[in-house]
C-alpha cells in the first residue's frame, strides 16, 4: 500500500513563496509519476504540476507557469512544490497524487493514490 503525506502549508501574503512536500512510503518511487492538484472551495480539483518519475520531465497548469516549480528527490521519496509570487486564487487544498508508469499526466481520475491535501490560503 501507497501512502502519501503532504506538509508544509500555511497562510502567507500575497506575492509570498510558500513550499509544500509530499512524503510517500515504498521502496519503487522513482516509478512513480507524481502530480500536484489543488481544490478550492465550491470548485473541481485541478491541475497544478506533474513529474516524471526520473524527474527529467516536468508539467505545469498555465494558470501557474513561471511561478510554481514541481521536483522530486528520490533518495528521500519526495516531491516538492515551490511557490512563488503567490495570489489569493492559489488558496486552495493541495494534493500530491501518485501513479505507477512513464510519461506524465494531468488528469485527476488517472493516479491511484492521493494525499490527504494540506491547506494554501493567500491573503491579499
Known amino acids: 500500500q501507497v501512502q502519501l503525506v503532504e506538509s508544509g502549508g500555511g497562510l502567507v501574503q500575497a506575492g509570498g513563496s510558500l513550499s509544500v512536500s509530499c512524503a510517500v512510503s515504498?521502496?519503487?518511487?522513482?516509478?512513480?509519476?507524481m502530480g500536484w492538484f489543488r481544490q478550492a472551495p465550491g470548485k473541481e480539483r485541478e491541475f497544478v504540476a506533474a513529474?516524471?518519475?526520473?524527474?527529467?520531465?516536468?508539467y505545469y497548469a498555465d494558470s501557474v507557469k513561471g511561478r510554481f516549480t514541481i521536483s522530486r528527490d528520490n533518495a528521500k521519496n519526495t516531491v516538492y512544490l515551490q511557490m512563488n509570487s503567490l495570489k489569493p486564487e492559489d488558496t486552495a487544498v493541495y494534493y500530491c497524487?501518485?501513479?505507477?508508469?512513464?510519461?506524465?499526466?494531468?488528469?485527476?481520475?488517472?493516479?491511484?493514490?492521493w494525499g490527504q491535501g494540506t491547506q494554501v490560503t493567500v491573503s491579499s
Open positions: 497524487a501518485a501513479k505507477s508508469t512513464l510519461g506524465i499526466f494531468t488528469t485527476a481520475t488517472f493516479y491511484d493514490y
Open positions: 515504498g521502496r519503487t518511487f522513482s516509478s512513480y509519476v
Open positions: 513529474i516524471s518519475g526520473s524527474g527529467s520531465s516536468t
